[in-house]
C-alpha cells in the first residue's frame, strides 16, 4: 500500500504540517487550495497512516491517571506556548481562515481550558462511570447469580473534523487520548493548523509517550477515493468520527460496513424561545435580547449552537421591539464573535430584499454589512440564515414553536429559565438534543451528552467476558 505524491512548489502558500505517529512528517510538499486560498502539505505515505491488528496500539494498557496527567500538562503548556507551537498556528490560521483574527485570538487564548482535570475526570466519570473499565475489566452481575466481566477496549479511530471551531480539534484530541485508541485526524481544509499545534506541543511535553505516538493528523482533499478506498477498511480502523455537513456525512457512508463503524456528529442548526416574561419591564427585555445575541453569534454564526431562528411569544409588535433590540447587540464583540462579519452573500441579499417589499408582514433590521441583520417574519423564512442573520417569528405560545423543531436542531435556548421544564419533553421528542438557558448555548460541559449520545462510551470497543 502507498500514496506517494510528486513535489510541487506554490508561490505565496501557506505551509501545512503534518503530524505522523506523534513526529513532524518532513517528506517534501505538496501543492492543495485554489488562489487566495494556497497552501502546501508533506505528500502522504498511506503505510505511516495505519497501524497493524496484529499489535497494540502504543498506548493500550497506559493508566488512564497517567493520560490525565500528560493531558493536564499539555493543557498547561499551550496556556504558556513556550514553543510558540499555537501562536505559529494562529499566524497561519489567519491567512486561510474564514473566521476574524481576533475571534481566532481568542479560541486559542483558550484551548487549554479543554485539557483541565475535573472536565477530563467527568467525561471518564458520567460517559463511562469510571476508569476501571477503561483499565481493566469490570465484574457485572447478571441474573442467576451470573458474573461476567466487560472492558471499553481501546478503538482504532480515524476522525473527520470539522474546522468551524478551533475547539473540535481540541475536543478530538482529548477524546481520543482517553480512548487509549490509535487515532488517524483528518485536518479540514478550513482548520488545517490548531490539531497539529496541539499534537505538537503534546509531543514538546512527553517526547515518545504512547499517547503521542498514537496519533497522526494529516491532509488530503474530502472525498478523495484514491486515499479514503484505502484508509477506510475494517483492518486497519473500527470506526470512523465523522463532522460536518450533508456531503461529508454522505461521503463517509459509503465506507461504512461490517467491522467498520459511523460516528457521526451531523449538520446542525439551533434556535431561541423566547416567552413572555421577556416584555415584563425594558431590563427584561434587554436582557433576552443580549442572551438572544449571544447565541446567535458564536463562532459569527459558524457554530452549530449559534441560533438561527428566534421565536419569541407575543404579537407582532412585541416581535418588532425585541428584533430591533437583538438587532443592536449583534453587532457586539463578546468572546468568541466579533463586532463585525464578512458582508451577507449576494444570494441571501436577493432573498431579504424580496422580502423587504412585503411588508407589514416582513419587517428587516440591519444592514448587509456584517453587523448583524435581523428579519421579522410570520413563518420561518425558508432559506438558511448565516453570517449573523436572524430571523425572529411571533407565535401565541412557545408550544407552538416546537413544530418548527426536529432532528437537525441540536440547541433550544429558551428564556425565561423557569419555561424550560414545560417544553423540555416536547422539545426532545422532536428530536432536539440539548435544551439551554437563553445565552448559554456556546459552552458545552464535559461529561454530558453530545448530539444525543455520550461520545466517550460510543468510541470505545465494548468487549464481553462471560
Avoid at 508533506?42 to 496500539?57: C, I, K, N, S, Y
Amino acid at each position: 500500500m502507498s500514496g506517494t505524491m510528486l513535489d510541487t512548489t506554490a508561490a505565496g502558500s501557506v505551509p501545512v504540517v503534518h503530524v505522523v505517529r506523534g513526529e513532524v512528517d518532513h517528506n517534501s510538499h505538496t501543492a492543495h487550495g485554489r488562489p487566495g486560498a494556497a497552501f502546501t502539505a508533506p505528500a502522504l505515505d498511506l503505510d505511516h497512516l495505519v497501524w497493524p491488528r496484529t499489535e497494540p496500539g502504543p498506548a493500550f494498557q497506559v493508566p488512564v491517571a497517567e493520560i490525565v496527567d500528560l493531558l493536564v500538562e499539555t493543557g498547561e503548556a499551550l496556556r504558556a506556548d513556550r514553543e510558540g507551537l499555537l501562536a505559529e498556528a494562529l499566524e497561519r490560521m489567519v491567512r486561510v481562515s474564514p473566521l476574524p483574527a481576533e475571534v481566532l485570538e481568542r479560541a486559542y487564548a483558550v484551548l487549554w481550558r479543554s485539557f483541565q482535570r475535573p472536565g477530563l475526570y467527568a467525561q471518564i466519570d458520567h460517559e463511562l462511570g469510571g476508569a476501571d473499565v477503561l483499565d481493566g475489566w469490570r465484574e457485572v452481575r447478571l441474573p442467576g447469580n451470573r458474573t461476567a466481566a466487560t472492558r471499553a477496549f481501546p478503538p482504532r479511530l480515524v476522525h473527520i473534523i470539522a474546522g468551524n471551531a478551533p475547539g473540535v480539534a481540541a475536543m478530538s484530541v482529548v477524546r481520543g487520548a482517553l480512548t487509549k485508541g490509535v487515532n488517524l485526524l483528518k485536518l479540514p481544509s478550513n482548520d488545517l493548523f490548531t490539531a497539529t499545534a496541539i499534537l505538537r506541543t503534546m509531543a514538546a511535553v512527553a517526547p515518545g509517550h504512547p499517547v503521542v505516538r498514537s496519533f497522526s493528523a494529516v491532509y488530503w482533499r474530502g472525498g478523495d477515493e484514491t486515499v479514503e478506498s484505502v484508509l477506510f477498511r475494517p483492518q486497519f480502523f473500527d470506526k470512523l468520527v465523522a463532522w460536518g455537513g450533508e456531503s461529508t456525512i454522505r461521503g463517509a457512508l459509503r465506507y461504512v460496513g461490517p467491522g467498520f463503524e459511523l460516528v457521526s456528529f451531523d449538520p446542525k442548526t439551533s434556535i431561541s424561545l423566547i416567552g413572555r416574561e421577556a416584555f415584563t419591564s425594558p431590563e427584561t427585555l434587554a436582557r433576552a435580547a443580549e442572551a438572544g445575541a449571544a447565541d446567535a453569534t458564536f463562532f459569527n454564526q459558524q457554530a452549530c449552537v449559534a441560533s438561527r431562528f428566534q421565536f419569541v411569544e407575543g404579537s407582532w409588535e412585541d416581535a418588532d421591539r425585541y428584533a430591533a433590540l437583538l438587532c443592536e447587540r449583534l453587532g457586539v464583540a463578546r468572546e468568541f464573535s466579533s463586532a463585525g462579519g464578512p458582508q451577507v452573500a449576494t444570494e441571501l441579499r436577493e432573498e431579504i430584499d424580496v422580502l423587504k417589499s412585503m411588508a407589514p408582514e416582513y419587517r428587516v433590521w440591519g444592514g448587509y454589512d456584517g453587523r448583524g441583520l435581523v428579519i421579522r417574519s410570520p413563518e420561518p423564512v425558508d432559506f438558511h440564515p448565516d453570517g449573523k442573520i436572524v430571523d425572529v417569528v411571533p407565535v401565541g405560545e412557545l408550544s407552538e414553536a416546537v413544530r418548527h423543531a426536529g432532528v437537525a436542531t441540536q440547541t433550544v435556548g429558551v428564556y425565561p429559565d423557569s419555561r424550560k421544564a414545560d417544553l423540555r419533553d416536547a422539545l426532545a421528542c422532536a428530536g432536539v438534543q440539548r435544551v439551554v438557558s437563553l445565552g448559554g448555548a456556546g459552552g458545552m460541559p464535559p461529561g454530558l451528552s453530545h448530539d444525543g449520545f455520550y461520545p466517550l462510551q460510543r468510541l470505545m470497543r465494548w468487549v464481553n467476558d462471560e
